[in-house]
Every structure is written in structure tokens, then in C-alpha cells.
């Protein structure tokens, strides 16, 4: 005697409201409640980042209550910090209800010179996505751009988009570019003129913030675009949906990262046991036994 399941996808917060859910049978008697539920139920808070949980995890909440690339850190107490992939990223605006926060590159934070370069990890699109504000990639600087050994032939005029660094005791000069580098026309020229630069580094940006460098470009106005931040998107998938209908909190196996529903007496592969969750696409929809 099984309730119909019906398949369910596109879960928005719309389907989500309208969404009816009925628990069949009430979960077994009992005992004690297991130590891993307990970690999973709590919410996690720090700065702007407010009552987060599951894929979040770090402080309260224990690396099973969530997902590899979401482990928050709280940096003096007030600022909150997200590692993807071994970078840290500062959560500047965060909203569970629509799932997106901004954040802005930890160590670009209040400067155009860290002490090495790196990417933004490409690590990031796996587990988010970048809002529709969010330009990925049309802002590169590129840095120790000392010797061109072919400025003599081409000619670049690039105004004002010249910045120095002061990096580990040594100057080094730099240019900023507001423009996908592979759109860029005259692509050959531009990148051997960069060619002679040591590195480069892209950046996400808003729409906005690269209009403010282009409309006054210099260093500061860089750093203060760096500094607002890019939007990220993160979505909660269905299973993990059931087992919080369920009554369960959602997390992972410790070792192979498998989902886990984490319920008052342990955890189960999707839902708490004893449990039915039936979700309804239509309030018409039957669900009766049969
Ligand atoms: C966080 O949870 C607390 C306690 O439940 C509540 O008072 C507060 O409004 C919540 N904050 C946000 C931003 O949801
Ligand atoms: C990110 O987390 C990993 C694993 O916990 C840790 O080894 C690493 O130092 C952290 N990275 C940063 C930039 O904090
Ligand atoms: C999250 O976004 C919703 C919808 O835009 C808004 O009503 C709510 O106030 C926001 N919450 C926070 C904490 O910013
Ligand atoms: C500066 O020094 C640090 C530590 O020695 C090193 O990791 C880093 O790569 C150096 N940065 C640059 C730009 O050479
Ligand atoms: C950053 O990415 C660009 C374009 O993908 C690449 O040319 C550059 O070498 C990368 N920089 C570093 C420091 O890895
Ligand atoms: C590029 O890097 C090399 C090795 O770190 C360094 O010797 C050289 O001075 C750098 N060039 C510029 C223009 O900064
Ligand atoms: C950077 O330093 C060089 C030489 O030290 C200087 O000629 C140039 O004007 C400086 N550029 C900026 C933007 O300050
Ligand atoms: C971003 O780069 C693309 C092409 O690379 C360009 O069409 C677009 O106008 C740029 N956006 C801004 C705000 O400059
Ligand atoms: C300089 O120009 C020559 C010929 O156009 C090219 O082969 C070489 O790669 C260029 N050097 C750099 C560093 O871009
Ligand atoms: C911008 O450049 C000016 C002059 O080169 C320098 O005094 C200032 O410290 C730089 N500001 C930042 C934020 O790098
Ligand atoms: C995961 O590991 C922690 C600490 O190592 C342990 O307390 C917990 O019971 C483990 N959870 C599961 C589900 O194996």
C-alpha cells in the first residue's frame, strides 16, 4: 500500500508554496536523539550571513550538515567567509529566501595588489551559478607588465588604465581591461603587447561596477568594483527538500559525500523512516492508496 509518487522538478519557490505536503504515519517511537541530527539542526549566523543552514556548514554546524564548497568561517566575529575550493570569498549580502548572496575575492579585498595571483576558481560554476548581473569575466588586470619587447611595433593606447603594485618589496606595473579579452578586437595585437606581461588575473564584476571603472578609470575606482562584490546563486535540490519535510535535516556521508537525511533516531539514505512524503503537483492530483 504505497502512495503514488508523481516526479516533481523545477522546484521554485512558487512550486514550493503551492506545493501540498502529506506525511503518512508518524515517525517511530523514540529513543535518543542522535548527535549528527542535532549538529544539523542548528543554524549557523555570522555578520550579514544570518540563520544559514544546510548546504552551509562550519562553526555550530559540522562538515556533514553540508556541502564541500559552502563551509563558512567567521572572520573578528563579524565578517563571514565562504571557502570554495581553497579560495575564501567575504559574504557581503546574503538571502537564504532567494538563495543568493554576493561576495567579493577575500584577498582583492580593499586592494589591487595581493602578494600572489590567482583565478577565481573555476570550482565556483560547479557548485553555483553567477546572477544575471554578474559579468564573469571582462575584467582582467594584468600585472609586471615591465618590458614589452614588442612595444615598438604595435601601438596600444591605453589611458588611464595603468596602476602600480608595491608586491613583496618590488614595483610592479599593471593594466586593467573592462572587456572579455577574447572579444577584444585586433585580438593578436593585444595579446602580444600583454604577452609581455607576467601574469593575469580575471575577475567577476557587476554590470554596474564595470561601468563605474569605464566611466572613471583608475585605480581606486578598480578596487572599489572589486570591492561590491558579484552575485551567486545556489539551489537546494529535491531530495534534500523531503528530508526536511520529513522531518530530518539534510547533510552527507562523512566520507564519500553521498546524501544523508540525519533524523531524531539516525540517518537515512532520503527520508525519515516511517515516513511517506507525497508532493502534489496539482491540488487535484489523487494520492490515495491504490
Ligand atoms: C534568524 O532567526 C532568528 C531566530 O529564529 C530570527 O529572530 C531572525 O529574524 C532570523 N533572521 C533572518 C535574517 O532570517
Ligand atoms: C579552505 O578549507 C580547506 C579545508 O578545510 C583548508 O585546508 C584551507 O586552508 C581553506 N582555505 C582557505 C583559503 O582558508
Ligand atoms: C530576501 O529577498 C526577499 C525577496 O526579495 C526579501 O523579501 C527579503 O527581505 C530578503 N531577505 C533578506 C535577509 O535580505
Ligand atoms: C610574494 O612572496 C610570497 C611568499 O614568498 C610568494 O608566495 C608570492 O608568490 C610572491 N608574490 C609574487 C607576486 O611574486
Ligand atoms: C587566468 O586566466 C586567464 C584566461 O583564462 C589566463 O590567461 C591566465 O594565465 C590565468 N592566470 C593565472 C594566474 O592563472
Ligand atoms: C617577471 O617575473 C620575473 C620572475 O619573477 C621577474 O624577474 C621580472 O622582473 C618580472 N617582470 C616584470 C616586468 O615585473
Ligand atoms: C607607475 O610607476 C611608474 C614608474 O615607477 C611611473 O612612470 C608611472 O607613472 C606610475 N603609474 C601610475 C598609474 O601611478
Ligand atoms: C563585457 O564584455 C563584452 C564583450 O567582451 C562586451 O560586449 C560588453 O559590453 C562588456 N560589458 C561592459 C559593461 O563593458
Ligand atoms: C613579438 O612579436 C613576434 C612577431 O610578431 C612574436 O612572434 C612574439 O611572440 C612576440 N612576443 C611576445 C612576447 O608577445
Ligand atoms: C592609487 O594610485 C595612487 C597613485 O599612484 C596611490 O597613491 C594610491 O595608493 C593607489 N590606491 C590604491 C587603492 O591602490
Ligand atoms: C561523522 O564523523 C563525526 C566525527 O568524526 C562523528 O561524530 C559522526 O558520528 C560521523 N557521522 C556519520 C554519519 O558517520
Same mark, same amino acid.
Given at each position: 500500500?504505497?502512495?503514488?509518487?508523481?516526479?516533481?522538478?523545477?522546484?521554485?519557490? !512558487?512550486?514550493?508554496?503551492?506545493?501540498?505536503?502529506?506525511?503518512?504515519?508518524?515517525?517511530?517511537?523514540? !529513543?535518543?536523539?542522535?548527535?549528527? &541530527?542535532?549538529?544539523?539542526?542548528?543554524?549557523?549566523?555570522?555578520?550579514?550571513?544570518?540563520?544559514?543552514?544546510?548546504?552551509? *556548514?562550519?562553526?555550530?554546524?559540522?562538515?556533514? +550538515?553540508? #556541502?564541500?564548497?559552502?563551509?563558512?568561517?567567521?572572520?573578528?566575529?563579524?565578517?563571514?567567509?565562504?571557502?570554495?575550493?581553497?579560495?575564501?570569498?567575504?559574504?557581503l549580502q546574503?538571502n537564504?529566501?532567494?538563495?543568493v548572496m554576493t561576495v567579493a575575492r577575500?584577498?582583492y *579585498?580593499?586592494? @589591487? +595588489?595581493?602578494?600572489?595571483?590567482?583565478?577565481?576558481?573555476?570550482? @565556483?560554476?560547479?557548485?553555483?551559478?553567477y546572477t544575471s548581473d554578474t559579468l564573469p569575466s571582462n575584467l582582467t #588586470? &594584468?600585472?609586471?607588465?615591465?618590458?614589452?619587447?614588442?612595444?615598438?611595433?604595435?601601438?596600444?593606447?591605453?589611458?588611464? +588604465?595603468?596602476?602600480?603594485?608595491? @608586491?613583496?618589496?618590488?614595483?610592479?606595473?599593471?593594466?586593467f581591461i573592462t572587456k572579455k579579452?577574447?572579444?577584444?578586437?585586433?585580438?593578436?595585437?593585444?595579446?602580444?603587447?600583454?604577452?609581455? +606581461?607576467?601574469?593575469?588575473?580575471v575577475l567577476p564584476a557587476t554590470q554596474s561596477a564595470i561601468e563605474e571603472i569605464q566611466s572613471s578609470p583608475s585605480?581606486t575606482t578598480v578596487v572599489s568594483a572589486i570591492d561590491e562584490g558579484f552575485g551567486l546563486q *545556489?539551489?537546494?535540490?529535491?531530495?534534500?527538500?523531503?528530508?526536511?519535510?520529513?522531518?530530518?535535516?539534510?547533510?552527507?556521508?562523512?566520507?564519500?559525500?553521498?546524501?544523508?537525511?540525519?533524523?531524531?533516531?539516525?540517518? &537515512?539514505?532520503?527520508?525519515?523512516?516511517?515516513?511517506?512524503?507525497?508532493?502534489?503537483?496539482?491540488?487535484?492530483?489523487?494520492?490515495?492508496?491504490?
Amino acid at each position: 500500500m504505497h502512495p503514488r509518487r508523481r516526479p516533481f522538478r523545477d522546484l521554485s519557490l !512558487g512550486f514550493l508554496i503551492a506545493t501540498a505536503l502529506i506525511l503518512v504515519r508518524a515517525p517511530a517511537a523514540r !529513543g535518543a536523539v542522535d548527535p549528527s &541530527y542535532l549538529s544539523c539542526s542548528s543554524t549557523i549566523s555570522c555578520g550579514v550571513l544570518q540563520n544559514a543552514s544546510y548546504p552551509f *556548514w562550519g562553526l555550530t554546524r559540522a562538515s556533514y +550538515c553540508g #556541502l564541500p564548497d559552502f563551509q563558512v568561517t567567521c572572520l573578528d566575529n563579524t565578517t563571514p567567509l565562504l571557502n570554495i575550493s581553497n579560495q575564501n570569498f567575504r559574504v557581503l549580502q546574503f538571502n537564504d529566501t532567494t538563495k543568493v548572496m554576493t561576495v567579493a575575492r577575500e584577498d582583492y *579585498w580593499n586592494t @589591487i +595588489c595581493p602578494t600572489s595571483f590567482v583565478n577565481t576558481t573555476q570550482e @565556483i560554476t560547479s557548485s553555483f551559478s553567477y546572477t544575471s548581473d554578474t559579468l564573469p569575466s571582462n575584467l582582467t #588586470l &594584468y600585472y609586471g607588465c615591465g618590458g614589452f619587447p614588442n612595444q615598438t611595433t604595435i601601438q596600444i593606447t591605453l589611458p588611464n +588604465c595603468q596602476f602600480n603594485c608595491t @608586491i613583496n618589496g618590488t614595483n610592479v606595473i599593471g593594466y586593467f581591461i573592462t572587456k572579455k579579452v577574447s572579444d577584444i578586437a585586433n585580438a593578436a595585437a593585444f595579446s602580444s603587447y600583454f604577452g609581455g +606581461c607576467n601574469s593575469s588575473v580575471v575577475l567577476p564584476a557587476t554590470q554596474s561596477a564595470i561601468e563605474e571603472i569605464q566611466s572613471s578609470p583608475s585605480n581606486t575606482t578598480v578596487v572599489s568594483a572589486i570591492d561590491e562584490g558579484f552575485g551567486l546563486q *545556489w539551489t537546494v535540490d529535491e531530495t534534500c527538500i523531503s528530508c526536511h519535510a520529513s522531518g530530518g535535516q539534510c547533510g552527507r556521508k562523512n566520507r564519500s559525500g553521498e546524501f544523508l537525511c540525519y533524523c531524531q533516531d539516525k540517518s &537515512y539514505s532520503s527520508t525519515c523512516s516511517g515516513t511517506s512524503v507525497v508532493i502534489l503537483e496539482h491540488c487535484y492530483d489523487d494520492f490515495g492508496p491504490g
